[in-house]
């Protein structure tokens, strides 16, 4: 079964960084697009970036855009996301998923904190 596990949150500063990853598995993942979507306390869900199958392309929302770098490792499986100048506004809980025909898979999540 399909399979999307996400590991590195934690805590930063402003202006700090965090890496997150996410392993794939029970699916071709070189087939299919990968997405990272959060969810900060209280709001709902909005998408941050995408990558494109083969990792050609990637597209971010405009509130990470210049911060944010989305890439993706076909040998691993996985799926990762360099966070750089973080803002307060960035703290959420950071979920990868595939969205392959008439389904969408999501991870458990990886909390991210941002604070002094």
């Known amino acids: 079964q399909v399979q999307l596990v996400e590991s590195g949150g934690g805590l930063a500063q402003p202006g700090g960084s965090l890496s997150l990853s996410c392993a794939a598995s029970?699916?071709?993942?070189?087939?299919?697009?990968m997405n990272w979507v959060r969810q900060a306390p209280g709001k709902g869900l909005e998408w941050v970036s995408g990558i494109y199958s083969d990792g050609s392309d990637t597209i971010y929302a405009d509130s990470v855009k210049g911060r944010f770098t989305i890439s993706r490792d076909s040998a691993q499986n996985t799926v990762y996301l360099q966070m750089n100048k973080l803002k307060p506004e960035d703290a959420a809980v950071y979920y990868c998923?595939?969205?392959?025909?008439?389904?969408?898979?999501w991870g458990q999540g990886t909390q991210v904190f941002v604070s002094s």
């Open positions: 998923n595939v969205v392959p025909p008439n389904s969408v898979y």
């Open positions: 029970g699916f071709t993942f070189s087939r299919y697009s």
